[in-house]
């Protein structure tokens, strides 16, 4: 089962963990805080942002890229999905349980 791996502005970043939860495609979502430095448009930017570890299941997984993508701010949204060798069986039934 994957975790799927996001990074939005600290502003949005309730709004799309309680989006992922609330409809389901996410059994729960951690929110980090972080600074990213990055090239956009060919300067280095440094912004706080927010990471989103979104805890899914492989069925809904496509479903959560493509709501991260609607209502993300950003226009290319970074999002990656991350496969677990190993997790804890009653955690993965939690998320299973919790996960449409």
């Not at 729960?28 to 299941?57: F, M, P, Q």
Request: charge should be negative; charged fraction near 30%.
């Amino acid at each position: 089962m994957p975790t799927v791996y996001v990074t939005a502005p600290p502003e949005e970043a309730q709004t799309i963990a309680e989006t992922l939860v609330e409809e389901r495609l996410a059994a729960c979502v951690n929110r980090l805080s972080t600074t990213s430095t990055y090239r956009w448009d060919g300067e280095i930017h440094h912004d706080d942002e927010a990471v989103l570890l979104a805890k899914t299941t492989d069925d809904s997984y496509d479903d959560l890229v493509s709501r991260v993508r609607e209502i993300h701010p950003y226009d290319v949204p970074c999002i990656e999905r991350f496969d677990e060798a190993h997790v804890l069986e009653s955690f993965a039934d939690w998320r299973a349980e919790s996960v449409d």
